[in-house]
């Protein structure tokens, strides 16, 4: 037997399920291969961790604790309360808050401020604004542009 056949039948060698020759034949390998043996080890090894671990109890105050932390929790209602009305007035508050942002916003925009319509409709507004803003500036940047291409 070679090792790729005794790792096919590891298994049956462990539940003793390999014929009279095909086991003999199995442990004189075991005896000459250093590898199987050690996979045979292994295989061993983890066996009894299993079955320690099987053996194991579980901690017996662990379910007492977790069944206390759970009833210490119901027994303060006040504070689930308190934490239940915060987290509705939140969304209230930032809706008015919001709400009175915008009637700001619109009552300062229209109070006094000419509209835009004042603003462009003289010729010496636009050339103002030609000027300032650099406006003629970018217009021929995008004439250089196009003629670039």
Not at 35 to 64: H, M, R, W, Y
Not at 72 to 77: D, G, H, K, L, M
Not at 95 to 100: F, G, Q, R, V, W
Request: one cysteine or more; glycine letters at 6%.
């Amino acid at each position: 037997m070679d090792c790729t056949q005794f790792k096919t039948s590891i298994t049956a060698f462990r539940e003793d399920t390999l014929s009279g020759d095909q086991r003999r034949s199995a442990e004189r390998h075991l005896a000459a291969c250093p590898a199987c043996s050690g996979l045979l080890a292994q295989f061993n090894s983890l066996d009894a961790v299993i079955a320690e671990q099987k053996a194991a109890s579980p901690n017996t105050f662990a379910a007492t604790r977790i069944l206390q932390r759970i009833e210490n929790e119901f027994e303060r209602p006040g504070k689930i309360h308190s934490h239940g009305w915060v987290r509705m007035l939140q969304p209230v508050a930032i809706a008015i808050a919001l709400l009175c942002g915008i009637l700001i916003g619109s009552y300062t925009a229209t109070k006094g401020t000419p509209g835009t319509d004042q603003l462009v409709t003289s010729p010496g507004n636009i050339e103002f604004l030609r000027s300032n803003l650099f406006i003629s500036d970018f217009a021929d940047e995008d004439k250089i542009l196009v003629l670039n291409k």
